[in-house]
């Protein structure tokens, strides 16, 4: 088959695909149904088959089209098989990825750690307004954004903001003093 030169270069593979499939459509789709689990997967490996043969149509010289048919589909089905797992894969590795902890010390470090902070908000909340102490909190503590952190208080998130600015400057400022110390 030629490529026709017309606007998208491939009506004439266009075409034999669609005699293909006019042809051999049940049987394309019973060896993809026979190979496959569910009827996404075979929606897409049937469209993915009639783009493989527009781009590689059926030669001429072949004999026998349903054999030929027959092995280019399982080369296909098991190249998006491949494809399926190897995206499984970098997915899987991208997950276990973002759970490094950021403590690479040892379990009884992650332990004193988690302790000072709770030391450090127990201070936030004894030394900072109660607005303050709440809605820095929220926002760091509990990872809530300001629109969120200003639904629970019941305020705007300008004033979400600027409790959080304000507390965070004395908290600054009270680590300050405590260093100097």
Do not use: W
């Not at 690479?104 to 000072?116: C, F, H, Y």
């Amino acid at each position: 088959m030629t490529r026709d030169s017309g606007s998208d270069g491939y009506a004439d593979s266009i075409e034999a695909a669609t005699v293909i499939y006019a042809d051999h459509g049940d049987f394309i789709r019973a060896v993809i149904r026979s190979k496959v689990y569910n009827q996404s997967q075979e929606d897409d490996l049937l469209q993915d088959f009639f783009l493989s043969l527009v781009l590689k149509p059926v030669p001429y010289d072949v004999v026998n089209v349903r054999a030929y048919l027959y092995k280019a589909l399982i080369n296909d089905i098991r190249d998006a098989g491949r494809r399926s797992e190897r995206y499984r894969s970098a997915v899987l590795k991208y997950a276990e990825n973002r759970k490094i902890s950021i403590n690479k010390g040892t379990p009884e470090d992650a332990l004193m750690e988690r302790e000072e902070g709770k030391i450090v908000l127990d201070l936030i909340e004894n030394r900072l307004s109660k607005s303050e102490s709440t809605a820095i909190a929220l926002r760091y503590r509990d990872g809530q954004d300001l629109a969120q952190v200003a639904e629970k208080m019941g305020v705007k998130a300008v004033s979400v903001s600027r409790y959080v600015c304000i507390g965070l400057k004395k908290v600054h400022q009270l680590f300050v003093a405590t260093r100097e110390e």
